[in-house]
């Protein structure tokens, strides 16, 4: 999955992920926000950015409807096409930490099928992972899509939850029950997550 492209040679500059903490005043940060679609995790990634922003952190938000506009948008959602689509994420995220040193939330709206891939990458300390943790029924119920229908007629193939497999990380940093708990209560769960780790 990582095999690197032959007859290059990584340039490392001298700005350092340490030099631009310094110059940005803060620490930076990856947050990897999982779960099934409808569970939460746009709107909270987003809410939980509007808090930083007005905290003058700077941060980004990567969508996974969006990578999937763009940087995959030739993928299919057949489990080769989640492993690469998974590949190019992790990889992203990557060049974008070691870049920026910003906090930078990640937003991932379907785990792959090969779970040794997104376990690698979890084990990395720049890594935090958080699990939007809400029954599938709950998120059919929402549907806000509509893709929960359509794949329950056969019209969408390999749809995590329905026809393909949702993966939950082993032990994820933080749990939110979204089912549960208000926007409020799971974007303050988040701040003192970060408050701890900044």
């Keep these: ?8 040679v990584p340039y490392r500059g001298g700005i350092t992920r340490e030099r631009r903490e310094r110059l940005l005043k803060q620490k930076s940060m990856v947050l990897w926000f999982t779960g099934l679609s ?3 995790k746009s709107t909270i990634a987003h809410a939980v950015e509007e808090r930083l922003h007005a905290a003058e952190r700077l941060t980004y938000v990567f969508d996974g409807d969006n990578v999937r506009q763009g940087l995959c948008s030739d993928l ?12 190019r994420t992790i990889r992203d995220g990557q060049a974008f930490f070691g870049r920026r040193d910003h906090l930078h939330d990640r937003v991932h709206f379907s785990l792959a099928r090969r779970p040794g891939a997104m376990q690698a990458a ?31 007629q056969g019209k969408i193939k390999n749809y995590t939850g329905i026809s393909a497999p949702y993966e939950e990380p082993n032990n994820p940093d933080l749990v939110l029950e979204t089912d549960n708990c208000s926007l409020n209560e799971c974007v303050q769960q988040v701040m003192e997550f970060i408050a701890a780790r900044t």
Excluded: H, I, W
């Design 1 to 8: 999955m990582n095999t690197p492209c032959p007859n290059t």
């Design 38 to 40: 409808g569970s939460g």
């Design 76 to 87: 299919s959602f057949s489990p080769e096409g989640r492993a690469e689509n998974l590949r």
């Design 122 to 152: 979890y084990r990395r300390r720049t890594v935090f992972r958080g699990l939007r943790q809400c029954p599938l029924k709950v998120c059919e119920e929402r549907d806000v899509k509509g893709l929960y229908k359509l794949a329950r």
